[in-house]
Each structure stands twice: as C-alpha cells, then as structure tokens.
C-alpha cells in the first residue's frame, strides 16, 4: 500500500514537471519571438535614419563643392553636364573658373560642338538646346556669332556667291544646313557649307514639318554658346549687303525680326480655329513671314515651348499654314516687346499667288537690287533706318552668274 502511494506521488509529480516545462517552453518561445521582433524593427528604424543621414551628407555642399577640382573634364554629352548648366552650383562665387589646361578641351567641345552630326532624337535635342547657364558672365573670350541656317531640298545652287559673303570673316558666323534625308552629296573641303548639315527630316510645305525642321535648325545652332543671332534662309535666298554691313545690324539690334502682324481677312484670321480656345485666343492670332531672325534669349524660348506647339500641330493645318502662324503668334504671346515685328528678308508678292516672285537671270540688275536695298524706310532701335531688309529671295540658279558679276562693285564682295 505504501509502495503504491509512492508510485503515485512520483507519477503525479512527473506530470506536474512535464507541464511546468510545456508551459516555461511555451513562454520563452513567445519571448524569442517577441524579441526577434522587436530587434527587426529596431534595424529597419536605424537603417532609415543612417540613410537619410548619409544622403544628406553626400548631397551637402560641404561635401561636393570641395570635390569640383578634382573631377576629371566632363564630356559636352555626359547628361551630368548637361545638368550642371541649368543648377545654382555655377552661380556660386567660390566655383572654380574653367580656365585650367585639363578643362579647356571638354570647355571648347561643350561651347561649340566639333561635329554638327549627333544621334540625339528630336525630344533629347531640344532638351540640350534649352539649357542656359545661370552666370551671364562667359568663362571664355566670347564673341557673338551669327548662325545662317538654310532650310533647303538639297544643293545651294548660289553657294559661289555666299562664298564670296562669308570669305574673310570666319569666328563671327556659324552654319547650318536642314536637307532632305535623301540628299548625300557634299560640299567640297575647302567650301564654307563643307560639313555643317545637321541630322534632317522630311519636310512637307504647308505642314507642321516645316516648322519642326526651323525648331531643329534653332535647336542645333543654339549647341554653340557664341551664337548671338539666329536667321533662317533658304537656298532661293541671297545677301543684300557684305557681311560687316549685316553682321553689325544684328549683333547692335535690340529687337529680333519676326514678322507678326493681326490680318483681318480670311488668310489671316480666318484661319483661327476655336479649338484652341483659352491657350490660344483670336486677339493672340497673328500672321507672318516664315522666314525670321531672332536674339539667342527668344530662340532658346522657341525651342522650349511644350505649351502652344501641340496646340497649333493638332488645330493648325491647311488651309491654316503653321509655319505662318504658329511664330508669329507666340512670340507675340510671349516676347512683343522684344521684336520689332517685321522681317529682313525681301520677298515680292506683287504678282500675287500662293508664293512670291522667282527672279531668274534677267531680272538681276544693280537698279532692280537697290530696290529691294533701299525700297523704304523702318523703324530700327528706335530711330529711322534706310536698310531695312538684308535678305531676298527667290533666286533661280540663273542668277548667280549677274550676281557674282556685281557683287564686287555693288555689295562690297571680293573680286
């Protein structure tokens, strides 16, 4: 009886331990999850903070500045250049000048790329050409330029007679030709246009591809930093004054030349579609010359606008002519009081017609020249002014043997 007693006590006592052991393991197995827990948690909240400590040190100017000296010369393409242009780092007085023989090379590349021929898409291109560097002082010996872009099919059948313009005046003019994709042939070596066409698409007249190629051509001549002023031409197009004469009118110029007029007849606002209403209102609407010549400050807001140039490619089309149009009315939306409304280039519409007058050979005389030179008077940096056109078109080939033959005498060119 006493034996079974004890047998009893000891089974009653090993189930006691048995389920004091479950329960104390139950306990601590809690516990470790419990602390596994809170030790996870405590290391997302550190690696957060150690982050958000770190981010903000390398961003620091106490950081990064210092370093500007050290880096290697940035390529012209690099996206980081590119950046660097349009951030409150360079308007910094502590920034370090560009001026070291290690820098000058990347420093021409950037201010005036070698090649004109890039693969950039029409969006990155201009993208690139809207950057504008925050400090209005140059780190180089600048002098402004003139950047003669020729929207044209092909060859420049009076390429000889702008030879003879430009000769002697390299480092004051740039440029640039937009061809049809399916002209290949190039100029001779020794030939001013030797090179300077830039990538191209097709062009359709009267349509938005028209001015998509001007904004192109914009866009490109905007890469060189000494580009002050920005005219288009055409290949019907030829100088009605030497180069001094026109370069100096320019350059000296307050105002940009874009024509921009409000015409009341059906060509003109009979043209304005509703549908453009309220970005576009009919008091904005003007009508001009394709053909412009702009400061480098409007042509750099020309190839920014996102805002008016999708509204005139989806609401401008024939009989609408956006190349008649869509300038005109923005820069009268954005900078009036920066141009001075009128074109440069000398056209006759005399004749009337969906397009002006084609000289041929025997038309070109000194008398009928200085009509087109001297015709009239206009307003210019607010005086009065006899030159008021420096370009007129359209030149046949034909002309280019009178032409070269009183240039000497007439335009002041080189024999």
Sequence with gaps: MKQCRITLFVKELSVRIRKELIREGSFQITATILLCLSMAFFVVILGIFINDHVRKFIVSEEFYLPQLTKFSPLSPWSPYSQFLCNTSLFSSPTSPPLNSSTSNGALRDLIAPKELWHSMS????????????????????????VAFMFLS????????????????????????????????????????FYKRR????????????????????????LLDFSNERFVLLS??????F???????????????FVSSFDDPRHIGRGRYNKQMWPTITLPDWRKGSQWFEVRRNL????????????????????????????LATLVNKLRPEMNSNRSITWVDWSRGGSHPTKFVRKD?????????????????????????????RKFHPSTLEPLLRIAPSLLGFDP
């Design 235 to 240: 290949e019907t197009c030829i100088p009605l």
């Design 153 to 192: 099919r092909g060859r420049l059948p009076l390429a000889s007679f702008w030879e003879k313009f430009f000769k002697g005046h390299a480092g004051l003019y740039s440029i640039y030709l937009h061809t049809s994709p399916e002209y290949h042939n190039e100029m001779p070596e020794s030939s001013v």
């Design 299 to 326: 042509a750099v807001e020309i190839v920014s606008d996102v805002t008016y140039y999708p509204i005139f490619k989806e609401h401008c089309r024939p009989p609408c002519y956006m190349d008649e149009h869509y």
């Design 198 to 221: 830039i990538p191209s698409k097709p062009v359709d007249w009267g349509k938005a591809t028209m001015v998509d190629a001007e904004r192109r051509l914009l866009a490109n001549a």
């Design 364 to 392: 070109v005389t000194e008398a009928f020249l200085n009509q087109a030179r001297y015709g009239l008077n206009c307003s210019y940096n607010r005086g009065l002014s006899s030159i008021c056109f420096l370009f007129a």
């Design 242 to 256: 030497n180069f001094t004469t026109i370069y100096n009118y320019l350059i000296n110029s307050n105002h940009s």
């Design 122 to 145: 029409d969006k990155e291109l201009m993208w690139r050409a809207s950057m504008v560097p925050y400090l209005v002082d140059y780190p180089f010996d600048r002098t402004p330029k």
